[in-house]
């Protein structure tokens, strides 16, 4: 199993303060080659993944959706698929 290119260990987080930043999130996809984009619309979110170097066209090679209910501090997934094998 290949070393992750992030810490692993839990470190105490407020409540108030998020897991990872999206600037995080974003440099740890492009350690793997892949870039994240990100759209919502009020609650509901998507997410696609894409290759950073991808000969092949734009396809996205996974993607995932659902969405937030801050209210009882949820994140709800509705669909996570992958169209194909990175590399």
Sequence with gaps: MAALPFLTTPTPVSPSAPLLTQEEIDSCAASFGLELRL??????????????????GSEPIAYTSGFVAPLFN???????EVTRERG
């Design 39 to 56: 759209s919502s619309f009020g609650p509901f979110y998507r997410i696609i993944a894409r290759l950073i170097d991808d000969t092949e």
């Design 74 to 80: 949820l994140v709800h997934l509705d669909t996570m």
